[in-house]
């Protein structure tokens, strides 16, 4: 009986061990299962702070993109608008300059009616008629207005040298012609202006639209002249 009582205690001490390992295990395992999600919950946290200074990153160089951007319009609309006053600045001072020009001129006109004249030219003159002076040169840029040819001007020349010697006062006692194209009566040049009588560029203009109406060019009513002494 002690016997068996001994084997029986022996075996409920083994029975109290494995019954105790097992419940170690379990506890065991239940501490590492509660471990885990903390560290996967680590690694989760780090892989958001990396997405987030990934993104901060992105939106910095963004910013600064938008920002040299801005800076770059901000000069180009600068430079414009500096483009723009500096044009404006020029055309006003131009028109001030042709206003001043338009008043000497008139006072020029004002003080050559009460003189006599003559009227002074303030139309450009080309290069091929600077060899010219006077109302010479005058004709000559006025007839390149016309459409005539250059080669044309020898003609005219002899023309109203032989009318008038281009004399915008030139009057002819018998018949009542008068100015450098001998118009008669004179007062036929008032078609053209009224200063037909001190303004040899109005009386020129008059003569130029007589000789093209009815010789077609200088060179044919010069033609005309030297066969009937008149055109």
Known sequence: MERRWGRVGVRAASVGLLVAGLLGGVYLG????????????????????????????????????????????????????????????????????????????????????????????????????????????????????????IDQFPCLNNLWTKESGWNYKATNKSSGAYGIPQAYPGSKMASVGADWKTNPATQIKWGLGYVKGRYDTPCGAWQNFQNNGSY
């Not at 006109?109 to 060899?131: T, W």
């Open 30 to 149: 239940k501490d590492r299962v509660t471990e885990s999600p903390a560290g996967a919950a680590q690694v989760l946290d780090l892989q958001v702070e990396s997405q987030d200074l990934t993104m901060l990153k992105q939106r910095q160089s963004e910013h600064a993109a938008a920002r040299a951007w801005q800076r770059e319009a901000e000069g180009a609309a600068a430079a414009k608008a500096a483009a723009a006053t500096r044009l404006t600045a020029a055309r006003a001072h131009d028109l001030e300059q042709e206003v001043i020009a338009d008043k000497k001129a008139e006072e020029a006109r004002k003080k050559a009616l009460e003189n006599g004249g003559p009227v002074p030219y303030d139309g450009p003159i080309p290069g091929s008629c600077n060899e010219f002076s006077g109302s010479r040169q005058i004709g000559c840029a006025l007839m390149l207005d016309y459409g005539f040819g």
